[in-house]
């Protein structure tokens, strides 16, 4: 009996000591998302397994797991939902069922996932997608994109920006009854990446008639120069997203090639030709003083050009939209930027919330004091506030 006794204690105290993760103390529902962090470590721990046995690319393996939490295209009392393909591109397109005698808004959604999974039809983007047409009585376009590793930039960039060159088309505008002059584009993590780059590349396309009039990038990673930022270094092992994640997935976005990641890693990727894009990313003027207490600027040391060379990807302003310059930023449409103070892409939103300013551009920025990355759902209170605050200033400025 006594054996058993010591054996469960010793069970359950590994067990706690595995669900266990030190969060920050204004942290809601902390043991909700601790039981979530090691659902999601678990995961990751045995995709990884996977991968050094040779058994798949980990993040191949993560999107096929994931695949099982997508939803069929279903129709419901207020909206319209089908699955279709713009410019060869597959979208799922939500039109609200209720005759309008106005032509309605239209907001094009870029879903997240680190350019390596997740789809329109996804649980939460698809929720989020129909929560949105249906509070505003838009017409919601969430596209989808090649991933990674079977794909990487710019293959994400293009089908992205192809797809939405399709939806701005009169015609395509006039089938599905959008108002030409309310359109926004809005995206999550790395869709807000997608979404700020194709938005820049936008506005100075002459081919296209039709610009945007908002921009809402939820949680955006922007830059590739710099992962040594006050966000990095304070947000390092919270959840949902660590910098070591936050590195691969990077890298990986460019290539397979585990080169650039060990360079990444150490802050040693950047060529010294490339010296004069640090501007663009120098959090110690860029950053407000709340952001920059506590941490000391330290420039980044200089790598080998080879990389540079080889994946230049990571320099390229479509990968990293900080790094366009000021005359680029200063004819973009209104924004709304949402950071969370828990997050480590937090400093790369509050950044370019910062360059925008300076550049003239109409900017809202909310920061979330106990927010984390990736919890625009309704599955943790905080996570319903994101998206609220979302839609209600989409609903206010659209």
């Known amino acids: 009996m006594g054996r058993k006794v010591l054996l469960f204690l010793i069970v359950g105290l590994l067990g706690a000591w595995y669900l266990y993760t030190p969060l920050p103390a204004n942290t809601e529902q902390p043991w909700t998302l601790m039981s979530m962090e090691a659902c999601l470590k678990t995961g990751l721990n045995l995709m990884l397994l996977a991968e050094q046995l040779g058994i798949s690319h980990f993040m191949t393996i993560n999107n096929f797991f994931l695949s099982f939490l997508e939803t069929p295209p279903t129709s419901d009392e207020y909206l319209t939902v089908v699955d279709t393909t713009f ?39 698809d929720n989020l997608s129909r929560q949105t047409a249906h509070r505003l009585d838009a017409v919601v376009i969430s596209t989808n994109y090649r991933l990674v590793p079977q794909h990487h930039f710019p293959a994400q960039f293009e089908d992205v920006y192809n797809s939405l060159r399709w939806f701005l ?66 947000n390092a092992h919270y959840p949902v997203l660590n910098r070591w994640l936050m590195v691969r997935v990077w890298s990986e976005y460019f290539t397979t090639d585990r080169s650039l990641e060990k360079a990444m890693s150490i802050n040693q990727h950047v060529p010294v030709h490339s010296a004069h894009l640090l501007q663009f990313v120098n959090w110690s003027s860029l950053l407000p003083e709340r952001f920059r207490k506590g941490h000391i600027h330290k420039k980044p040391t200089f790598g080998s050009s ?12 479509r990968a990293a939209p900080l790094l366009a310059n000021d005359t680029q930023l200063s004819d973009l449409p209104q924004t709304y930027v949402l950071t969370c103070q828990h997050d480590i892409l937090r400093d790369d939103g509050v950044m370019y919330v910062t360059r925008l300013r300076n550049a003239g551009v109409p900017v809202t920025h909310d920061h979330i004091e106990n927010g984390f990355h990736g919890f625009i759902s309704d599955r943790l209170k905080v996570g319903a506030r994101i998206q609220n605050q979302y839609i209600n200033w989409l609903s206010e400025n659209l």
């Open 169 to 234: 088309s009169q015609d395509v505008l006039q089938e599905y009854g959008v108002d030409p002059k309310r359109i926004g584009v809005s995206g999550d993590s790395a869709g807000a990446n997608l979404a700020t780059a194709v938005v820049q590349q936008l506005q100075h396309d002459q081919d296209v008639k039709v610009k945007v009039k908002v921009q809402a990038l939820i949680v955006p990673a922007l830059q590739t120069l710099d992962f040594d930022l006050p966000s990095y270094r304070e």
């Open 87 to 125: 410019h060869n591109i597959p979208v799922r397109v939500y039109v609200p069922k209720q005759k309008s005698k106005t032509l309605r808004r239209g907001i094009f959604f870029i879903h997240g996932g680190g350019w390596f999974f997740g789809s329109a039809a996804f649980s939460d983007f």
């Open 306 to 317: 080879a990389l540079a060379n080889k994946y230049p990807g990571f320099l390229d302003v």
